[in-house]
Antibody, heavy 122, light 108 residues
Framework: QVHLVQSGAEVKKPGASVKVSCKAS????????IHWVRQAPGQGLQWMGW????????RYAQKFQGRVTLTGDTSITTAYLELSGLASDDTAIYYC???????????????WGQGTMVSVSS | EIVLTQSPGTLSLSPGERATLSCRAS???????LAWYQQKPGQAPSLLIY???SRATGIPDRFSGSGSGTDFTLTITTLEPEDFAVYYC?????????FGQGTKLEIK
């Protein structure tokens, strides 16, 4: 079955960067988009962007343009989210999620990672 | 950007009752590119409905989705104790892929 396993919690200082990993298994990694979504404490879900692991194409939400970088390593079936210039309001749980195939119309997020808590504090 | 507005913000019902959750879009979500997710405390969201009305794998048939254009509904016909959670709608018609603010379904 499909599994997305994320890296552990991070504590960062303001201005620092964080890199979160998402290890995929149970399916063909290069065949499906990976999206990233975050959730601040007690708040709703906020979409950040997607990556096509097959060719590295990415699309980012305007809010995060210039600060977020999504990458993938097909050799170890792992996707990465890097967020720079951290501020206190970046404190959130960051989720990776698998969407539809790269060759079919857009789809919902059928599988999610367990989430990675990123805390930003001086 | 398509803004999704969910109502009510909180819904208080008892097990065995019927729940109706609404999601309204600021512009048409063509091709019914709308999903519903359930999130329980301390857990990641999980997909319930995609394509506005298709149940995800393993989702019981007491959950159903309907609607098109700008108005969508999630219905839970007979509430079970495990259904009390927060529910989000999401559109994947266009980027950014926005979510509604959520409806909290709580035990009355």
């Amino acid at each position: 079955q499909v599994h997305l396993v994320q890296s552990g919690a991070e504590v960062k200082k303001p201005g620092a960067s964080v890199k979160v990993s998402c290890k995929a298994s149970g399916y063909i990694f290069t065949g499906y988009y990976i999206h990233w979504v975050r959730q601040a404490p007690g708040q709703g879900l906020q979409w950040m962007g997607w990556i096509n692991p097959n060719n590295g194409d990415t699309r980012y939400a305007q809010k995060f343009q210039g600060r977020v970088t999504l990458t993938g390593d097909t050799s170890i079936t792992t996707a990465y989210l890097e967020l720079s210039g951290l501020a206190s309001d970046d404190t959130a749980i960051y989720y990776c999620a698998r969407a539809g195939t790269i060759s079919t119309p857009p789809d919902g997020f059928h599988a999610w990672g367990q989430g990675t808590m990123v805390s930003v504090s001086s | 950007e398509i803004v999704l507005t969910q109502s009510p913000g909180t819904l208080s019902l008892s097990p065995g009752e019927r729940a109706t959750l609404s999601c309204r879009a600021s512009q048409s979500v063509g091709s019914r590119n709308l999903a519903w997710y359930q999130q329980k405390p301390g857990q990641a969201p999980s997909l319930l409905i995609y394509g506005a009305s298709s149940r995800a794998t393993g989702i019981p048939d007491r959950f159903s989705g309907s609607g098109s254009g700008t108005d969508f509904t999630l219905t839970i016909t007979t509430l079970e104790p495990e259904d009390f959670a927060v529910y989000y709608c999401q559109q994947y018609e266009s980027s950014p892929r926005t979510f509604g603010q959520g409806t909290k379904l709580e035990i009355k």
